[in-house]
């Protein structure tokens, strides 16, 4: 993610592995940027993820644990997008 590779749809469109580069809040181009700073599915977890990072107590964030917590935000946020796409499917 950080280095811009990942599953991230700018990176698989890039590599013809997903159809369109665009996220499903609208954007056009899925990038890392994208996802971290100005996705609006994700702007919850993108605070949360600011706030823990803006922590005094928590500067500089062991990267084990940026990642992992990373990680499981973008987990999170995609199980519920999945979910939201069965909703809409029903
Ligand atoms: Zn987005």
Redesign the pocket.
């Known amino acids: 993610m950080v280095t811009g590779h990942g599953n991230i749809k700018a990176y698989l469109y890039r590599f013809k592995i997903t159809e369109a580069p665009n996220?499903?809040?609208?954007?056009d181009n899925?990038t890392a940027e994208?996802?971290l700073l100005?996705?609006?599915?994700?702007k919850e977890d993108t605070e949360r993820l600011l706030a823990a990072v803006a922590k005094a107590d928590n500067w500089p964030i062991n990267k084990e644990i940026l990642i992992k917590n990373t990680t499981k935000h973008l987990q999170n946020s995609r199980n519920r997008e999945i979910k939201s796409k069965k909703l809409n499917k029903i």
Not at 23 to 27: A, E, K, L, R, Y
């Open positions: 996220c499903p809040c609208g954007n899925q994208h996802i100005e996705c609006t599915i994700l």
